[in-house]
């Protein structure tokens, strides 16, 4: 809606070969066609509709990226074969989308540019309304882009309009023409298209999705729907990726397990390492709890697995970090290698052994991270700090953390508050602390150690503030006992309890 | 009666497990005290009890003295657990009072089995609050212990079985304040076969746990006057420790203190002497 006018923001192609165009007024458009169907604009559903397809070709490469209001990139360079070449990928792709209730034009070129233009120049004169497909020949887009109008090249609508009041109508016409006159009248930009179009300077684009360095892809003849065969393609995928990690010396810390369904979505699994791991079957496993929570639609057509993060690991790491052989000899590992699976054969079904056959221990630290969060796993560290809530810190449980002797100092509680407790307490006329008052009744206090002044590191004005200096005590009652009261100096002078003793 | 093999089904209770004629609809208990009252000879009941406990030592091993014990350094202590704390097994601590005595003896435990081990040790809190000074200063080796803060307590109990199950562990401490009895044979089940001790601390509701091999409760005790007389308790912490619930020993109460060994740097456990000077030289 704009100022009060309903407007017209897309029409389809029936719509359009009646004359209705973007822009034009509701009223308008009724008096073209009066049984036109008419729905709200909704562009963030349409931007986000279109990112999910765009997420969804990922079945073809992993670089994608949508494009403007209605287009997505595909990166197929070192793909296509994989899908029996050019044509029949992108026959493929606009069959589906198709197949989606959706109309659309292919093009396919050596540049962003060129198959932006034939996509939406070239692809059209094959089949005007839908499924129209144009590929340029490599280097073949000077020749294709001739005839085409200067709006192919993704100029603005005030520079095509000032090009053809200058009588430059079709992109042959600027060939000629020396770069720096275009320049001087139009800027950069006009230049600047030609030549990406042409291919003479690059054009950065960005996928939707990081490309991971490491990806297997496997598609199923006929869409699958049930979870053992899920597992087997997983199995089926493991080994390979992890070859390709061997090869350059990297462990998976990540992996990404990614799957397009017969509706147009896609759906993703993760799992993760505390530490770089390239064995198929500790792999495996961290997966199959995963697997039970798939949901595959109406069918899955094809899977890709993906080493998103990856780290060196060296084959002399991988022996070092077992920490003692697991007490029954997994199975697993005895095996011989993967059969060759002939085309067409039964995939054979892989033996997932349950999880307690693991004995190691940084298989142990990957279930427990991959359920409960890697971010819970923890080592206490020292922190060169007098204070005392400072003096340890909580690290990764997969960082190396040695314990400081000057912990052993001084005598410290078990436990620690996290927020130290106001209580109330008596003292006698030296200021020592005589009787502690926690609920009902006043407890004596047996014995006393103490003061331990510990004062706030004043250069750490953002963290410590201005917290008082406290005085700490090491009280211990009548039953035994035994705790560590602060008394802040200062105006307010409050008694906490700050923590326990054995 | 051995028809089924070795193993029994996972799920399965002990009084249930002892249904091994097929058909039997009498409640096992009834079958056992038939099993005791049909011999008849006076003679006869000291085989029938022997029979009896060899029946509940091959459903449910490890229950009557199997496996390998850990001495925990206290001759009496170590004589009432029949050679000490039984190894891969399951130990539950409760507090006796409102004290952290149970947390440190609890301590003492792991930092003994991190001794005899060269793995890790696992510690699963319930809140965020261990301080390593203080664990450090009990015998604990901090850079060899692995906190899994999991705030839920069915987040804990898996992530501990999964613990128990890993081979190569030193031990493993879990604070929860109940376990149902069927959790609890798990757990029994996994220490066995992943070769680790398991150690549950209660901290607050103290209710009983069944199936573990041992049982303890602790409480603190005034601490010992060093001989100038100043206060030793928190340099040598005094608890007594009761033995409550064991499935391989006698029940008995200690009063104990742990002290620093300055010759071997470690903590070992003494039997304390209530208003006399500390004993000079510390057993085990």
């Known amino acids: 809606m704009e100022a009060g006018r309903a407007l017209v923001a897309m029409a389809d192609a029936r719509a359009g070969s009646a004359g209705i165009l973007p822009g034009m007024t509701l009223a308008d458009a009724r008096a ?31 670089w994608t990226a949508s494009e403007g209001e209605g287009g997505i990139w595909l990166d197929i360079t070192g793909c296509a074969h994989l899908a029996g070449g050019e044509a029949a990928l992108l026959a493929d792709l606009v069959f589906h989308l198709e197949k989606f209730g959706f109309a659309t034009q292919a093009g396919c070129a050596d540049t962003p540019g060129a198959a932006w233009a034939a996509a939406r120049f070239l692809a059209a004169v094959q089949r005007p309304a839908s ?17 085409l109008p200067v709006v192919a090249l993704r100029i603005g609508a005030a520079d095509a309009a000032e090009l053809d009041r200058l009588g430059l109508r079709r992109i042959d016409d600027l060939y000629p023409l020396p770069r720096a006159a275009l320049a001087r009248r139009f800027g950069e930009s006009v230049g600047r298209r030609l030549d990406q179009a042409l291919g003479r300077c690059d054009e950065p684009l960005s996928p939707r999705r990081p490309v991971p360095r490491h990806l297997v892809r496997l598609a199923f003849p006929e869409p699958v729907i049930d979870q053992p065969a899920i597992a087997a393609a997983l199995a089926r995928l493991l080994p390979p990726l992890c070859r390709g990690l061997e090869a350059e010396g990297l462990g998976a810390r990540r992996l990404v397990l990614a799957f397009y369904r017969v509706d147009g979505t896609m759906r993703e699994l993760s799992i993760g390492t505390a530490r770089p791991n390239r064995d198929p079957d500790a792999l495996l496993r961290l997966f ?94 020292p922190r060169e700090s007098y204070s005392a809530e400072r003096a340890q810190q909580r690290v990764a449980a997969n960082a190396p953390a040695a314990m400081p002797g000057w912990w052993r100092d001084r005598p410290r509680p078990l436990r620690l508050l996290g927020q130290p407790m106001p209580v109330s307490v008596s003292v006698d006329h030296e200021g020592e602390p005589v ?68 | ?129 261990l301080y390593g000074p203080g664990l450090a200063r009990l015998g604990l080796d901090t850079g060899r212990l692995i906190l899994v803060e999991a705030t839920r307590p069915a987040d804990r109990l898996w992530a501990f079985e999964e613990a128990l199950r890993t081979a190569g562990l030193a031990g493993a401490v879990v604070e929860l304040d109940r376990i149902d009895p069927k959790s609890a044979r798990r757990l029994q089940l996994a220490a066995e076969a992943g070769g680790t001790t398991g150690i549950v601390l209660q901290t607050g509701n103290r209710s009983a746990i069944p199936g573990a091999m041992t049982g303890w409760s602790v409480a603190a005790l005034p601490g010992a006057r060093d001989r100038n007389g100043f206060p030793d308790g928190f340099a040598t912490p005094r608890w007594r420790l009761a033995l409550q619930r064991s499935r391989i ?36």
């Open chain 1, 32 to 62: 073209l066609l009066p049984d036109i169907v008419v729905r709200p604009a909704d562009p963030a559903g349409d931007a986000a509709m279109l990112a999910k397809l765009a997420d969804w070709c990922g079945r073809y490469t992993p």
């Open chain 1, 131 to 147: 499924g129209g497909i144009a590929i340029l020949p490599p280097g073949g887009q000077r020749v294709a882009l001739a005839p």
């Open chain 1, 288 to 381: 199959v709890p995963q697997i039970e929570q798939i949901d595959s639609g109406f069918g899955i057509e094809t899977v890709t697995l993906a080493a998103s993060i990856a780290e060196p690991l060296s084959a002399l790491q991988m022996v070092i970090g077992h920490t003692q052989p697991a007490l029954q000899p997994d199975p697993q590992l005895d095996r011989p290698p993967n059969p060759v699976i002939a085309e067409g054969a039964a995939l054979p079904l892989p033996q997932i052994a349950s999880s307690s056959d693991s004995g190691d221990l940084s298989n142990l630290l990957d279930r427990l991270g991959n359920r409960l969060g890697f971010e819970q796993l923890r080592r206490l560290a």
């Open chain 1, 435 to 502: 009787a502690l008052h926690r609920g009902e009744g006043a407890q004596p206090i047996a014995a006393v150690e103490g003061p331990e002044r510990i004062a706030p590191e004043w250069w750490r004005p953002a963290v410590e503030g201005d917290r008082p200096p406290r005085d700490y005590w090491r009280i211990e009652d009548e039953d035994g006992g035994r705790f560590w009261l602060c008394r802040e100096q200062g105006g307010e002078a409050r008694w906490l309890l700050h923590g326990l003793f054995a």
């Open chain 2, 1 to 129: 009666m051995d028809g089924q093999g070795s193993d029994f089904p996972e799920d399965s209770d002990l009084a249930v497990s002892a249904a091994d004629t097929p058909g039997t609809d009498q409640p096992p208990a009834a079958r056992l005290d038939r099993l005791g009252h049909d011999a008849g000879h006076p003679g006869r009941s000291d085989e029938r009890i022997a029979s009896l406990r060899v029946l509940v030592g091959r459903l449910a091993p490890g229950a009557v003295g199997a496996g390998s014990r850990i001495p925990l350094g206290l001759e009496a202590l170590d004589r009432a657990l029949g050679g000490g704390l039984p190894h891969a097994a399951l130990h539950v601590v409760a507090p006796g009072d409102g004290s952290a005595a149970a947390t440190g003896f609890a301590t003492f435990l792991l930092a003994h089995l991190q001794r005899g081990s060269d793995g890790p040790a696992f510690w699963l809190p319930a809140r965020a609050d």
């Open chain 2, 249 to 284: 020993g006698q029940n008995g109460q200690w009063d104990v203190e742990a002290r620093h060994d300055a010759a071997t740097d470690r903590i070992a456990l003494a039997a304390a002497f209530r208003d006399r000077a500390p004993a000079p030289v510390m057993a085990g």
